[in-house]
C-alpha cells in the first residue's frame, strides 16, 4: 500500500523575527510528528501578512523557509497575502522561483 504525507497548515500570516521564528519551530514540529520529511506541504492561505510586509522580507523568507524541507509546496493566497506593497506579481515571481514551490501564475484575480 502507498502512503503519502501530506501537511496543511493554516494561517501562518508570518511577519517580523520573533513571530517568524515561533511559527516555523510549530510547523517543524508537526512535520516531525507526521514524517520529518512529508511528501507535500501545502499553506492554505495568509502565509505572510502583507500590510506588515511592504519591503517583502517575510514573503522572501517564507518562500527560503518552505524550501527549506526540500520537499514540493504549495501556498494557497489568503485575504492577506496580497495587501503587500510588493504586489501580487511580485509574490507569484518569487513563488515560482522557489526550488521545490508548485505554484504557477495563472490569469485568474480574487480570493
Known amino acids: 500500500m502507498l502512503t503519502i504525507d501530506i501537511i496543511s497548515v493554516q494561517p501562518t500570516m508570518f511577519r517580523g523575527f ?4 515561533i511559527v516555523a519551530r510549530a510547523v517543524k514540529k508537526l512535520a516531525c510528528k507526521i514524517s ?3 511528501d507535500f506541504i ?3 492561505g495568509d ?4 500590510e506588515f510586509d511592504d519591503s517583502g522580507r517575510s514573503f522572501s523568507w517564507f ?3 518552505m524550501d ?7 501556498p ?7 495587501e503587500s506593497l510588493k504586489g501580487v506579481d511580485w509574490q507569484c515571481r518569487q513563488l515560482e522561483a522557489a526550488e521545490y514551490c508548485l505554484f ?3 490569469d485568474v484575480t480574487g480570493n
Open 18 to 21: 520573533l513571530d517568524e521564528s
Open 36 to 38: 520529518c520529511k512529508p
Open 42 to 44: 501545502i499553506m492554505t
Open 47 to 50: 502565509n505572510v501578512y502583507g
Open 63 to 65: 518562500c527560503d523557509f
Open 68 to 74: 527549506s524541507f526540500g520537499v514540493p509546496w504549495a
Open 76 to 82: 494557497v493566497f489568503g485575504n492577506h497575502d496580497n
Open 104 to 106: 504557477k501564475q495563472g
